[in-house]
């Protein structure tokens, strides 16, 4: 049997090549869907590179072959018979992106092939590559495919000025009202006003010390903008789904969920100050009904398995925003918890957890949405007179404040001062810290109310969120 030839078509590299030739203006058209290497026949990707180079300082028949000449490519390429015949053979009517959209098609087939075959190579256990290993290797090297098949990579000063003004004359035209944001809104107002609003690609990292309330912060980010029907999937490896489902359903009720576990109060107990321990019927109803709330998240995944590696978080973020048609919000809790590649384990800490982050930022610029990251902070907020958390509590690693594009830190001064009297205010004020902010102002401030009993987080006055 003989062996087949990879995909292509010759006459469409030449009609690309003689309308670039027969009218150069449309070479930056050509170029913005074709590089040199997507022609399959060598003598085409040469004089195509030579073609890009000539554009700006004057190209028709005779610079070119001069060109190629002068460089000993002209023979290689067939001599300047094989250029005239590019314009004599060229089709009536001519339509160069047309042809280089098909040049392009058979370009992304070719390299799909090449993928798969290399897939097929790395598959067998003599390769010595582990499961996870090879799954991200595939999906690293598909990914290189679909990038080739993406434009706009790279643009001129020019394109991207002129790209942005038409922002900016768009956001003229439609103001924002008072308290929104351009990026996505986390439903929180006080945390909207930290960070402007979440980008697509972003990573952001909450941090605090244990049960400070970033976890917390993280899930009921994800509720808010869920129950606007927006796309999330959450990592959660610490927490099962039913134990987030529960803080959701506590957060909207205002019923802690260590009432319903008691169960309903025994007759026996009620009237007594025992019934305060148990979920009465009203508690019941105003739980359940948050539960039938929360079953509409119809676009909200969660994943609670233990001890995934960051090449199985990229993967299974990939999948999911494939079936969900693009994801709006990854949060992950948490970065300790991410397990390490194998060949991960040589390196010290430091770089190891870096890894996991800058990961995560890739993971963020694939996906098209913001990533948040629960991180915790070091020990050494607890020996410092002033224990407000600074960039540079973040555990193991400053390559963690290099990745992330917005850093915010939590502090609760009754972390601190556990004998405050139950009415305090300091119990329920949590401080949200913009310790860094790639785009925006850093080193301000906001305080939330954050009733941990109920996992509900409300602006000051709100008695609802």
Not at 363 to 377: D, M, S, Y
């Given at each position: 049997m003989a062996e087949r030839l990879p995909p292509y078509s010759e006459e469409a590299e030449k009609a690309v090549l003689g309308a670039g030739l027969i009218d150069p203006d449309q070479i930056a058209g050509i170029a913005a869907v074709l590089a040199p290497e997507d022609f399959y026949l060598e003598r085409h990707?040469?004089?195509f590179a030579c073609m890009l180079e000539l554009e700006r300082s004057g190209l028709d028949f005779v610079t070119l072959t001069d060109a190629l000449e002068q460089r000993g490519q002209l023979e290689k390429v067939g001599g300047r018979a094989a250029v005239q015949l590019l314009l004599d053979q060229l089709p009536a009517a001519i339509h160069a992106e047309h042809y280089a959209r098909l040049v392009s098609d058979y370009a992304v087939r070719r390299r799909a092939i090449e993928h798969g075959m290399r897939v097929v190579k790395i598959a067998w256990p003599s390769a010595g590559l582990s499961c996870e290993e090879l799954l991200s290797e595939a999906n690293r090297s598909l990914m290189e495919v679909t990038a080739r098949r993406l434009e706009g990579g790279a643009v001129t000063?020019?394109?991207?000025?002129?790209?942005?003004?038409?922002?900016?004359?768009?956001?003229?035209?439609?103001?924002l009202a008072y308290g929104e944001v351009r990026g996505l809104s986390t439903g929180i107002p006080s945390l909207d006003t930290l960070t402007g609003g979440?980008?697509?690609?972003?990573?952001?990292?909450?941090?605090?010390?244990?049960?400070?309330?970033k976890s917390a912060l993280a899930f009921e980010m994800?509720?808010?903008?869920?129950?606007?029907?927006?796309?999330?999937?959450?990592?959660?490896?610490?927490?099962?789904?039913?134990?987030?489902?529960?803080?959701?359903?506590?957060?909207?009720s205002g019923v802690p969920s260590d009432l319903l576990e008691r169960g309903l109060c025994p007759?026996?107990?009620?009237?007594?100050?025992?019934?305060?321990?148990y979920a009465s019927e009203e508690d019941l109803e105003a739980y359940a009904q948050a539960l039938v709330e929360v079953t509409e998240y119809r676009h909200v995944v969660v994943d609670a398995r233990a001890g995934l590696t960051a090449a199985q978080i990229r993967a299974t973020a990939l999948m999911h925003a494939r079936k969900?048609?693009?994801?709006?919000?990854?949060?992950?809790?948490?970065?300790?918890?991410?397990?390490e590649d194998r060949g991960?384990?040589?390196?010290?800490?430091?770089?190891?957890?870096?890894?996991?982050?800058?990961?995560?930022?890739?993971?963020?610029?694939?996906?098209?949405?913001?990533?948040?990251?629960?991180?915790?902070?070091s020990r050494t907020t607890e020996i410092r007179h002033n224990k407000r958390p600074v960039l540079s509590d973040l555990r193991d690693s400053g390559e963690h404040e290099q990745n992330a594009d917005i850093?915010?830190?939590?502090?609760n001064e009754a972390y601190y001062e556990p004998d405050l009297t139950p009415g305090d205010r300091k119990r329920e004020e949590l401080a949200l810290l913009c310790l860094k902010h790639r785009n925006g102002a850093a080193q301000t401030q906001v305080k939330v109310r954050y009733e941990r009993e109920i996992s509900r987080f409300s602006e000051w006055g709100e008695s609802q969120t």
């Open positions: 990707q040469t004089i000063a020019r394109e991207a000025a002129s790209a942005h003004y038409d922002q900016v004359e768009y956001w003229a035209q439609h103001p979440l980008r697509p690609g972003t990573l952001i990292l909450i941090a605090a010390r244990p049960s400070v309330g994800a509720r808010r903008v869920a129950r606007r029907g927006g796309r999330v999937l959450i990592f959660s490896m610490e927490m099962t789904a039913e134990e987030i489902m529960a803080r959701w359903a506590s957060a909207i007759q026996e107990l009620r009237g007594s100050k025992a019934e305060a321990y969900l048609e693009g994801l709006e919000l990854v949060i992950l809790d948490h970065t300790g918890l991410i397990h991960d384990r040589r390196d010290h800490a430091a770089r190891r957890e870096g890894r996991k982050s800058q990961a995560m930022k890739e993971l963020a610029k694939e996906v098209g949405a913001p990533v948040v990251l629960v991180q915790q902070l850093v915010v830190g939590l502090y």
